[in-house]
């Protein structure tokens, strides 16, 4: 395919989906649109652009089949731990306050994927509000990969799906059976549709598209363009409530700026609040937000903590007598706990001093530069969390997570070659140990498990 026709493609994609393919997506493109091309039995490229572009042909499921191709539904249960609390304690007690009267509440995940998304939310309704029977709930789930949507609407998940949700979680919403199979409870408070972001039209009260509360859509600007971002927002905001929500991913925003959103900067995340057009005039006169906790602590993205040891110069054994190092391993095992626990609530501040501690007492610990990695993903920082992936890889070279996480990471970012790369030294690695070894540090992964996911992953690239 040459140039021409590549940017023809790459054109008609961005008007008709908003996203954005840079240079580096090219091979991917070409890629896709051969294997389309190819299925359908069409003599060629043009022709298949032919009839993308054709606008009288039905292409629905055709632009789902190449945007499929192109994209990653990747997702799981409660994915970034610290937005989710930040929605448990601040924004759903406001929702809930607010509603208390009429009893209804609106919420969309806009881009849900495979809907753990959605479902998360439903569990934290659940949570949060007991008596949500009465309530009239109204939870939507759209994407435009459709059979993402038919998964979702299924509710049966892999282990996969589960890899940082908290066991008690799992256990109290899914029960097994050749899958993790979402309680009826959850299943039947979600609605799941197929949407396309960018074509269609919102707010619209027929499809229910409207009055809501809390929009959802994290993990899926990073592939739009500017314009597409800009457009998509402007219609969240007329589909937004006065003071509703809007949660995107970490930075997904950044560098726009909305006349009817007000920025809302809490520790865990940024979140934005619909406001009254007309008060938009005079928006340094608006309440400050609910909370702005700077945060307190960070760690450099490209300085290493400082560590007395360097952790690149060799350790130097028998500076520690055996007790000491007993002791020692103890309070790096206690301050782990800990850290993971910080973690786990979204109080990612102390999670990383803790590790930063760690990191202080030994020269490397895996564990602790894991958590690090997982941590700067959650704060929205790639860069600094493939660094740590790195470190893990260079010190522990059969540390098979490091891998998939950096995998899932150049996916992100569309750098196809990297994430190639990175899935099939994972996919080596589990072919060394037995189908049953749980891998860390995923709780409940078996090595069979992950390998079936990275080879779903890796057909895309075939
Ligand atoms: C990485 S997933 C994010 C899933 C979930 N929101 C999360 O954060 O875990 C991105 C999703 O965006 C969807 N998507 C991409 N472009 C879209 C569009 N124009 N309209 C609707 N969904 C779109 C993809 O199909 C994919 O399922």
Redesign the pocket.
């Known amino acids: 395919m040459d140039k021409f026709l590549t940017d023809q493609f790459k054109k008609i994609i961005t008007e ?4 954005y393919l840079r240079t580096q997506d090219s091979e991917k493109l070409i890629l896709a649109v051969n294997r389309r091309t190819e299925v359908l039995k069409l003599s060629s490229a043009a022709e298949y652009y032919r009839q993308l572009s054709d606008d009288s042909y039905s292409q629905i499921s055709e632009w789902q089949e190449l ?2 191709m192109l ?6 249960f409660f ?2 731990k610290g937005q989710f609390r930040l929605l448990r304690e601040h924004i759903f007690p406001q929702i809930i306050e607010k509603h208390r009267h009429d009893r209804t509440l609106r919420l969309w ?6 809907g ?2 959605l479902y998360s939310l439903a569990m934290l309704i659940n949570e949060s509000l007991p008596d949500w029977r009465r309530w009239n709930i109204f939870l939507l789930g ?4 459709s059979s ?1 949507i038919e998964k979702a609407k299924t509710g049966i998940y892999g282990d996969w799906s589960f890899r940082m949700v908290d066991p008690d979680i799992q256990k109290r919403y899914f029960k097994y059976k050749s899958g993790w199979v979402t309680d009826r409870r959850i299943r039947e408070m979600a609605t799941f549709r ?7 039209r919102f707010p619209d009260p027929i499809s229910q598209i409207c009055d809501i509360d809390l929009i ?5 600007f ?3 363009t500017s314009e ?1 971002i800009a457009a ?1 927002v402007e219609k969240f905001c007329a589909t937004l409530v006065d003071g509703g929500f809007l949660m995107t ?1 970490h930075n997904e925003l950044h560098g726009h700026s909305f006349n009817n959103l007000k920025t809302l900067s809490f520790q865990a995340s940024t979140i934005y609040q619909r406001i009254h057009a007309k008060r938009t005039e005079n928006r340094a006169s608006f309440q400050e937000p609910v909370s702005a906790q700077p945060t307190k602590f960070e760690l450099s993205d490209t300085t290493p903590p400082a560590s007395p040891n360097n952790r690149f110069t060799p350790h130097v054994i028998g500076e520690i007598v055996p007790d000491d190092a007993a002791d020692t391993e103890n309070e790096i095992e206690a301050l782990y706990l800990k850290a993971r626990s910080y973690a786990n609530s979204g109080n990612l501040s102390q999670a990383i001093s803790c590790c930063r501690e760690i990191m202080t007492m030994k020269d490397f610990d895996i564990n602790a530069c894991y958590l690090l990695a997982y941590i700067m993903q959650e704060k929205g920082k790639p860069e600094a969390a493939k660094k740590y992936l790195k470190r893990i890889i260079y010190f522990n070279p059969a540390y098979t997570a490091a891998y998939v996480e950096l995998a899932s990471l150049y996916e ?1 970012e569309h750098d196809f070659k990297r994430a190639k790369k990175m899935w099939s030294a994972a996919l080596d690695l589990l072919s060394q140990v037995s189908s049953d070894d749980l891998i860390a540090p995923y709780d409940q992964v078996r090595a069979l498990t992950l390998t079936r996911h990275i080879q779903k992953e890796l057909k895309k690239y075939i």
Do not use: H, K, M, P
């Not at 008709?16 to 996203?19: A, E, N, P, S, V």
């Not at 994209?71 to 799981?76: D, K, L, R, V």
């Not at 959802?216 to 899926?220: E, G």
């Open positions: 008709r989906t908003g996203l945007i499929l994209t990653t539904a990747e997702t799981f994915r970034d995940s806009a881009g849900c994927s495979t753990e998304e759209t994407d435009i990969n993402a197929t949407g396309n972001l960018r074509l269609d959802l859509c994290r993990n899926v990073i592939y739009f597409a998509v991913g992100s």
